[in-house]
């Protein structure tokens, strides 16, 4: 059914960007038992696989973010799709990548806590923080960072710098939120200044914030995508 | 795609007014022949053909759909230009194995084949292909395709004269076994002449005329003699150009010749001869085109 061919595009997009996607959990795996095994940083021993992972991955998905405009919609439009197959998959494909890149550092942590007594605040924990993040908000929240790299390829794609500068700050806005709703205490200095604040407490309440914020976001992106010209070159 | 319809069309960059009013209707698996000048909007009226962009003013209908976002329509249409590879990691073989994954009709079997007519590399990174292999894998990914609207607009500028030739041997082939609508863009109108069915001229934005091609041969003749007797022949006709050497003149006339104009040219001492599309593209398109 030409009507699902949204669905073969989806699973092309997360093979394309999942080879990527092990490149950099790989790395990061790598690089946190390096730390685990030679750093006495107690934020480090405390922290679990799935948090370190974490953090190179929103970084990760807002560059597949910013990447998908330029790259997967005139290919998508050259093999005969609509932006509208574009958008389904493309969102998809993102939240099953943040599923899949969350799920398989979830396992490698409790592989880690368990053989090594790698992360000592708990096999998920993000340093001493541990109470609120699981995996399913980890998944949420690298989604909306994919969500704001394609916010910044969509306004550069479609506006040039007339809607790629608004669509920095937009992006920056939203990241800026989910520092501020999660308190994650990232070393990202452009963010501290929010530290002081004070933070939302509960994870209900951070949660629908999320939510909401995706949800918008993602319906504006639909909106400003549907009768996007695609260039010719 | 039996039947397209273009109505009043018009597309704008910003500002700049790129097309106007272009009206037109291609009826048929036949192959169409879009030339203009560059600039003229050729790539613009294409993209307007592949939904790549919505027209800013004017209808246009496929089978009687919109084919903008129109899943049908669009996945009817393949619509191959000159693209940049030059960040392309994957092969020509992931980019015809991706296509046909997406395209209903795609024959891999003869993508593979027109890779060996062509002689380009299959696992080689698109990147690292010249201009010509590249192009090459443009035509391939189009022809393949088989879809029912087939649109080619000056890939072909990058190949080397004998792969033209191939590629020109090759389409009316597949043309002879899978008919379908097929555009061509180009400015290369001496050596593709005689592959258009019908053609569209395009200038500054608008369609200059739209006709059979063998019709439209028909109304372009040289006038060839004596000075004198070339004007009395030319007055009141349209003419698209003069040469003058010493007493003798030539023009080029786009009107219809009829018997009596030819008997009367040859009673005067007149030389009547054809005009070539490419001569008529110059002399219509080019500045001064029609002044008289």
């Known amino acids: 059914m030409r009507q699902d061919v949204w669905k073969k595009a989806a699973r092309d997009l997360v093979y394309m960007q999942g080879q990527w996607a092990l490149w950099v959990v790989g790395i ?8 685990q095994l030679f750093s006495r940083e107690p934020d480090l021993e405390a922290m679990s696989a799935a948090a370190f992972v974490f953090q190179g991955a929103t970084i990760f998905m807002l ?58 605040g708990g096999a998920l924990a993000f340093a001493e923080s541990a109470s609120l993040l699981q995996v399913p908000v980890y998944v949420l929240i690298i989604y909306v960072y994919f969500l704001a790299g ?71 992106i639909r909106a400003a995508s549907a009768a996007v010209p695609v260039k010719v070159k | 795609m039996s039947h397209i319809q273009a109505d009043h069309l018009s597309a704008a960059y910003k500002k700049e007014r790129v097309l106007h009013d272009v009206t037109f209707t291609l009826s048929g698996e036949r192959i169409y022949g879009l030339i203009g000048r560059n600039g003229a909007g050729k790539t613009t009226l294409l993209s307007l053909l592949a939904s790549y962009r919505r027209p800013d003013g004017g209808t246009l209908l496929m089978d009687g759909t919109d084919p903008f976002e129109d899943a049908s329509c669009m996945a009817s249409t393949v619509f191959m230009y000159e693209k940049d590879y030059s960040d392309e990691q994957d092969s020509a073989r992931v980019l015809l194995k991706l296509a046909a994954r997406y395209r209903p009709a795609f024959d ?47 890939i072909y500028t990058g190949m080397d004269a004998p792969t033209r030739d191939q590629f020109y041997k090759e389409l009316l082939a597949e043309q002879e076994r899978h008919p379908r609508t097929v555009i061509l863009s180009t400015h290369l109108v001496s050596e593709m002449d005689y592959l258009f069915d019908e053609v569209l001229m395009i200038d500054d934005g608008q369609l200059l005329l739209h006709e059979p091609t063998d019709q439209l041969l028909e109304r372009g003749f040289s ?49 009547i001869g054809p005009v070539g599309l490419q001569d008529l593209f110059i002399q219509l398109t080019g500045k001064g085109a029609g002044v008289s």
């Open chain 2, 223 to 271: 006038v060839t003699g004596p000075a004198g007797a070339v004007e009395q022949f030319a007055e009141g006709r349209r003419v698209l150009s003069e040469q003058t050497l010493g007493g003798v003149k030539s023009v080029t006339i786009f009107e219809e010749l009829t018997a009596k104009d030819t008997a009367a040219a040859y009673e005067n001492g007149l030389e």
């Open chain 1, 28 to 35: 990061m795996i790598l690089i946190y038992a390096a730390l």
């Open chain 1, 150 to 220: 394609w916010l910044i390829s969509l306004g550069f794609y479609r506006w040039r710098m007339w809607g790629g500068f608004p669509a920095i700050a937009a992006a920056l806005l939203l990241m800026a939120a989910m520092e501020y709703v999660w308190n994650f205490n990232t070393p990202q200095p452009f963010f501290t200044f929010l530290s002081d604040m004070n933070q939302l407490p509960a994870a209900g309440l951070a949660l629908t914030v999320t939510l909401l914020l995706a949800a918008g976001v993602t319906y504006g």
């Open chain 2, 108 to 154: 891999l079997d003869y993508a593979l084949s027109l890779a060996e007519t062509f002689d380009f590399p299959l696992d080689k990174p698109m990147h690292k292909l010249s201009t010509g292999k590249q192009a090459a894998v443009n035509v391939t990914l189009g022809l393949a395709a088989r879809a029912p609207l087939t649109i080619f607009d000056e």
């Open chain 1, 63 to 120: 560059v597949c973010g910013i990447l998908s405009c330029y790259g997967f919609l005139p290919m998508l439009i050259s093999f005969g799709l609509t932006r509208r197959h574009y958008f389904l998959a493309t969102a998809v494909s993102a939240l099953v990548l943040s599923a899949l890149m969350m799920a398989g550092a979830a396992v490698l942590s409790v592989v880690f806590s368990l053989a090594f007594g790698f992360g000592t």
